[in-house]
């Protein structure tokens, strides 16, 4: 019985298990680095959302203060081509807020379907770095 605690305690077992540990420990490190790319892809993200969704919303706010200065409430009673004037003016910046409105929704949901992606990432690698780790404990 003492020759098989030996040899389960022999220099070559301690060099191997070094050697795996070593090997975890650079697997931990990858997936340590991947995961830290990706939580920085999210948080990007975010804030290239919130900076492009900001500059929407003062723009929408400067065109719709453009839109009452042009025909408060809807209403013109000016006759003649002025009226013409004035109601093409307030056709552009009614198709102008459109636009906007619908880049603000194509910026949420192309964000959110980029974090969305990037969260799915960051949950299908947690899971093996966790492991990696439990059993890097276990080895050492």
């Not at 003016?89 to 969305?116: A, N, T």
């Amino acid at each position: 019985m003492s020759s098989e605690k030996s040899a389960l305690h022999s220099p070559e077992q301690t060099v191997n298990t070094s050697e795996i540990s070593k090997l975890f420990e650079e697997r931990l490190k990858l997936l340590q680095g991947i995961l830290d790319d990706i939580r920085s892809e999210i948080i990007s993200r975010k804030a290239l959302r919130n900076s492009a969704l900001k500059e929407i919303d003062e723009e929408l706010r400067k065109l719709s203060s453009l839109l009452l200065e042009v025909a408060p409430l809807g209403r013109v009673n000016y006759t003649g081509k002025y009226v013409d004037t004035l109601n093409a003016r307030r056709m552009h910046l009614e198709k102008s807020i459109s636009r906007l409105k619908e880049l603000s929704r194509s910026h949420k949901i192309g964000s959110w379907k980029d974090i969305v992606e990037l969260k799915r990432e960051l949950f299908k690698i947690l899971p093996e770095y966790v492991q990696l780790m439990q059993l890097k404990e276990v080895i050492e």
